[in-house]
């Protein structure tokens, strides 16, 4: 009876070492608990960081968007006046032709 008690006990003892020692493993201890936490900071910060810097692109890229229209349009209205001109001094070259004729 006592060996039964004995290896009883053993038994229990090494179960409870085996399941005690397991839950160590699967649990980070609280350093690396720590060093995550410290670096989902850092994580989290950068990706301000990055959405900050997105959206400031966002802007300069509207502002470049509309100087390039005003630019374009500018430009096309240059050469409409250009072509305009053009057409007048053509016109006025042919009415004198006509009426020397």
Do not use: W, Y
Not at 23 to 36: A, E, F, H, V
Not at 52 to 74: D, R
């Amino acid at each position: 009876m006592k060996t039964f008690r004995l290896i009883f006990f053993v038994i229990i003892l090494l179960i409870s070492v085996v399941f005690t020692g397991c839950g160590r493993n699967q649990t980070p201890s609280d350093k690396q608990s720590r060093l995550i936490a410290a670096e989902n900071i850092e994580l989290k910060q950068h990706i301000e960081e990055l959405n900050l810097q997105i959206e400031q692109l966002k802007e300069q890229h509207l502002k470049e968007m509309e100087s390039l229209k005003e630019n374009a349009t500018q430009d096309v209205l240059d050469a409409v006046i250009q072509q305009n001109v053009e057409l007048r001094q053509e016109i006025e070259r042919l009415t004198k032709q006509l009426e020397s004729q």
